[in-house]
C-alpha cells in the first residue's frame, strides 16, 4: 500500500507530525511526505491521487482561522473549485489552538469538508489536534485510526 502525507504548517509542527508519521509506516508501506506546496494545481493533485491508496492530511490553522502562509494557494484553489478528488481516500488531522474558539481548526476543516464534496472519500472523521489539550495523544489516536483504514 502507498500512503501519502500532505502537510500545511506555518512552525512545523505539521510537517513534524508528518514525519513521525512517516517513520511509524515506512517498514508496512511505501510513504511519501509532500508539503502542500507540491500540489498547485489540478495535474499535481491527479499525480498524488494516482500514487496514493490513501492520503494523510495534516493541517495548521493560523493565527484567526486561515491557512499556514505555505498553503495560501492551494487555500484559494479550493475556495475556488481549482480541484476535483474523485478516486482520493483521505484523512485529515486539523491542528488548532482553543484560544481561538470561533474559528477552530477553520483550515483543517475547509479542507475535510472540500475535499468530500469534490469526490473524495473518507476513510476517517476529522480529527483536531489542539495545542493547549494535548495534541500529541490526538495525532496518536488518529494515526492508530488510520493504520486501520489503511490495513483493510
Known sequence: KRITMVYATEGNTA????????SLFVNAFI????????IT???????????SDVVFIIASTFGEGG??????????????????FDGMKYAVLGLCSSLYKETLARFGKLIDSE?????????????????????????EDWI?????????
Open 41 to 51: 494545481d489540478q495535474k499535481d493533485l491527479q499525480e498524488c491521487i494516482a500514487y
Open 31 to 38: 510513504v511519501s511526505v509532500l508539503p502542500v506546496t507540491a
Open 67 to 84: 491557512p499556514p502562509s505555505m498553503a495560501e494557494e492551494f487555500h484559494k484553489n479550493l475556495l475556488n473549485k481549482a480541484y476535483r
Open 15 to 22: 510537517f513534524h507530525y508528518a514525519k513521525f508519521a512517516e
Open 144 to 152: 492508530k485510526v488510520n493504520v486501520r483504514h489503511v490495513l483493510q
Open 115 to 139: 475535499i468530500a464534496i469534490e469526490g473524495g472519500t473518507r476513510v476517517a472523521e476529522i480529527s483536531l489536534g489542539d495545542e493547549l489539550f494535548n495534541q500529541k495523544q490526538e495525532f
